[in-house]
């Protein structure tokens, strides 16, 4: 999988601006646990009070605050606050803090200066255990006797009195004791939680605000919705990434599919002969779609996951041990149930994913079949057989399908059921520590949102884990094909033809086997084929012919000897130079879909409209061509199969006959033609090539009656050469093979 990276070299500009994309995102979906509990602690608990330091306070509440508040403390907050009074203001001034702050009519009021968050933390540590021990002594009642019971050990016998006036007590005590017992008093309360603390401050505050006639409802609600905008501009910043990641990723993927398809194809279409009996063509089309379709799947999973997730789960687990480290070890419970889960079914579907592809092959391969043999069935009435034959491809597919999709299918059910479990444990133990004071409402909820995100995560790295094994064997049959080196190819130092035996086909002992096979095919021919003489190939079934001409223009590559082109040998020169001198007309004629102009002229843009009409003449296709309405523009379809076998066979001499090759091969392209048919193109075609050689493997006799050189071969050897009259009175093989197709007055000829 990993050797497909460097496929990616295009869109390494698009990753790295993924990558920063995603750790924008990942920030933004980190941020609004954070928010969430802002809102549930701050502003609904406390009224939208953030901290202990009030920013307006009356003069008579900073002087109770101050009696337990001493030495540098006391400075740095006189530093912090300016006194502001009737006096001291201007009149439109005055006015406006009036409607601001109606209590400033009755008395002075503290305003906090500019600080910084830093000065700012300081001044919160500094005011929250004053205003504990103020709001217990003026809260009255309960309240009022437990802050009495801790100061009662602190101090002398018979001070305190019931329902005695503790604040002004402690006003009237010296500043040196009074605030001894404040220490004393502050190491006692040191036990009590944060959360305590800041919900007594925020209380007091609430209370204070409303003395000094300021809108506490407008604090909270504006606090609350400025918090909810933040929350609603990070999520659609989040959306909008996530659209933009979700954008790039597909076209990186969709590159990557583009580079690959072409490389397969690049690298199939340079095959020989013996690539293709390795790869099936219906595993090539499945390489070259499916297997391709399941890597960018999986590319488009990892550029959006496998970046985000890591983020996420990393920034998850340090804002956990941020808002409660005591709880950090359910998220390694809910981790390793996952990961036994998800082990579970890697073990049980791993084997399925490496089945999947063969059975894609199989079934692609008896579609193929059936379809390209549609005829023969039913000549046959075989279209029973061929349907059980593909429901048993179909089936075992469909079977092995089903399995994976059910096991994936439970995976999800069983992940929601840990999560919820884990939801319902963080609330138990956050219930407790609601309850003792040690955790808040708001930090709970967003534990649980941290939590679910790191579970997320790490269950996204999971599902990528699942779905990597199926890809991984398409990327391995991918590379398969591309990293295939082809048997026949070009040679590194080329040589040129000799134009002064243009046209000339010479065999010198050559030899041929079929790559792990036992046996040669064809063994010591040598034989000389040269312009303007007609060389033809006879024999019965399996003797060669086919194979022989093959090798010419490197379909195969001999195994002994050696073939030469115009005084080249074939594997001396460029595949190009050799094949743009042969005119190949195979034994199947093969027309692509388009029009009939198209195929006549797919030698290339040499191919003129006069050498075309000239071909179509030559190859006797004229007639049936001018007979359709749109003549040389009739659409051909796929695989011809709109024009009757002769005409494509016609039609398939013609193309070749458009290029002016040196050299014509015709491998039994005469077959599906009529004898009248027959005749008429043999004598068209010998003035056509009068300065070419041709070749001709025939199985008629008629055919290749008045060629100037017969080959009989057997077995992979030549025994027989000469004339039709020569092989009649010298060979046996020829001389029966004409005896069973021609009668006596045509052999007498």
Known sequence: MLKLVK????????????VLLLVGQAMCDLSLPDYTAKIVDIGIQKGGIEDAVPTYIRQSEMEKLFLFIGGEDRQRVEASYTLLDKDSLSDTVYDKLRRQIPAIETQPIYELGKVTEDEREILD???????????????????????????????????????????????????????????????????????VLDSRAAAYLKEEYRAEGIDVDGIQNGYVLLSGAKMLGIA??????????????????AALGRELRGRVFRKVVGFSHTEFDHFSTASLITRSTNDIQQI???????????????????????????TNASMAWIIGVAVLAIIAIVLVL????????????????????????????????????????EEERFDKANRNLTRTNLFVNRVMS?????????????????????????????????????FIQYTMQIVMAFLMICMMSIMWPRAAVSARRIEEVIQTEAVIRDPEVPASFDEARKGVV???????????????????????AKPGETTAFIGSTGSGKSTLINLIPRFYDVSEGSILVSGADVRQVPLHDLRARIGYVPQKGMLFSGTIESNLKYGGDAVTNE????????????????????????????????????????????????????????????????YKTDVALRRALRDQTRNSTVLIVAQRISTILHADQILVLDEGKIVGRGTHKELMASCEEYRQIAESQLSKEELAQ
């Open 7 to 18: 496929y990616l070299k295009t869109s390494i500009l698009p990753i790295l601006l993924i």
């Open 125 to 195: 540590g500094i005011f929250k255990m004053p205003m504990l021990i103020v709001s217990g002594f003026s809260g009255g009642g309960g309240a009022s006797e437990e802050m009495l019971g801790m100061f009662a050990a602190d101090m002398p016998d018979g001070l305190l009195e019931s329902g005695q006036d503790m604040l002004a007590l402690f006003a009237g005590m010296p500043e040196e004791g009074r605030l001894s017992m404040v220490d004393a008093i502050r190491d006692k309360m040191a036990v009590l939680p944060d959360s």
């Open 236 to 253: 659609l910043l989040s959306m909008a990434v996530t659209i933009l990641v979700s954008f790039l990723a597909a076209r990186v993927a």
């Open 296 to 322: 960018q799947m999986l590319f488009v999973m990892l550029l959006r996951i496998v970046f985000y997730a890591p983020i996420m789960g990393v920034g998850g687990v340090f804002k956990v041990m941020s």
């Open 346 to 385: 890697f073990v049980v579907a791993m084997p399925k994913f490496n089945l999947m592809q063969k059975l894609v092959d199989k079934l692609n391969l008896v579609t193929r079949e059936i379809l390209t043999g549609l005829p023969v069935i039913r000549a046959f009435s075989t279209e029973k057989y």
């Open 410 to 446: 439970c995976m999800m059910p069983v992940m929601m059921l840990v999560m919820n479990g884990i939801t319902l444990l963080i609330v138990w133990n956050g219930g407790h520590g609601i309850q003792n004071g040690t955790m808040q409402v708001g930090d709970m909820m967003a």
């Open 506 to 528: 010479e065999f010198r002992d050559v030899s041929f086997r079929y790559p792990g096979a036992d046996e040669n095919v064809l063994t010591g021919i040598s034989f000389t």
């Open 611 to 674: 050498d075309m009409m000239q071909a179509a003449r030559i190859a006797q296709a004229e007639d049936f061509i001018s007979r359709k309405p749109d003549t040389y523009g009739s659409e051909i379809s796929q695989g011809g199969t709109n024009v009757s076998g002769g005409q494509k066979q016609r039609l398939s001499i013609a193309r070749a006959i458009a290029i002016h090759p040196d050299v014509y091969i015709f491998d039994d392209s005469f077959s599906a033609l009529d």
